[in-house]
């Protein structure tokens, strides 16, 4: 059975880098909101699971996730081959509800129905990093990981528990491989996904930095430098770093590192 993706993991994603995604359709990303009240009609007491999964799937993309969670769990009444996958749907619009205690619960659901269910592993880790359980999230992520390894939010995900663990080395090395397998990935999912906050200004400032380091080393200057100013925008006080980090000597080079080092943008008040 092909399992599907939603991504996905804090509401303040409008703001903050780094990112984490529960699983389940893809290129579906969304962000937690206000509860939303039921608008839709209740589930047809004749439909059968698989017409009642379809409509859930159709209300959660107009974030209507009350209404989507009636159709999910009207859905499992009847007993589908798929409960894990519904489990999971359920979980993720609890999740975007902000019920994490139901949400949890949904995704040990999933698990318990299929032990290989990368998806429901990672969504799982997402609830653990909101509840700051870095350590059972890290064990989460690592977990789906190794069901799939070609999952870039995966590894997004286990960066950010590792950074919020303040392990450094361990974050860089997972951001580093959501980057090769999704080269956009931070870009988009501080637009569209369900981000992580990072605990303070010198945490969001040092992950820019990690990443402008990342991105260098790839030789992708343009985004490099983007994230350098953010960084230095934010505050970041390793800055001069810059000049001795290996990962930037090429981009030392460019004169557009020259001018912006020179102008040094001012750190942005909260």
């Not at 159709?71 to 994490?100: C, D, H, T």
């Not at 789906?144 to 080395?169: P, V």
Request: aromatic letters at 12%.
């Amino acid at each position: 059975m092909r399992h599907h993706r939603l991504s996905y993991a804090l509401f303040l994603s409008l703001l903050v880098p780094s990112a984490l995604y529960a699983q389940s359709a893809p290129s579906d990303q969304l962000q937690v909101g206000p509860p939303p009240v039921r608008r839709a009609e209740p589930p047809a007491p004749g439909a059968s699971a698989a017409e009642l999964e379809k409509r859930g799937d159709e209300l959660r993309a107009e974030k209507a996730y009350v209404d989507a969670l009636d159709y999910y769990r009207a859905a499992l009444s009847r007993k589908p081959e798929n409960g894990a996958q519904l489990f999971n749907k359920a979980g993720i619009a609890e999740l975007l509800l902000q019920r994490y205690k139901e949400s949890k619960k949904d995704f040990e659901r999933a698990i318990h129905a299929d032990r290989q269910f990368a998806d429901a592993y990672n969504n799982l880790g997402v609830i653990f990093y909101l509840q700051r359980k870095y350590g059972s999230a890290i064990d989460r992520f690592n977990k789906a990981i190794g069901l799939r390894k070609d999952t870039a939010s995966y590894y997004g995900n286990l960066g950010a528990a590792y950074f919020s663990e303040k392990e450094y080395e361990q974050a860089t090395s997972a951001y580093s491989q959501a980057l090769q397998l999704d080269p956009e990935i931070f870009e988009r999912s501080s637009h569209t996904g369900i981000a992580a906050q990072m605990s303070s200004p010198e945490d969001r400032a040092h992950f820019d930095y990690v990443l402008a380091k990342l991105l260098a080393k790839q030789g992708d200057f343009d985004r490099a430098l983007l994230y350098l100013r953010r960084a230095m925008e934010e505050g970041y006080k390793g800055i001069d770093d810059v000049f001795k980090d290996t990962e930037f000597t090429a981009l030392r080079k460019d004169a557009r590192f020259t001018q912006l080092m020179a102008s040094r943008p001012v750190a942005i008040p909260e």
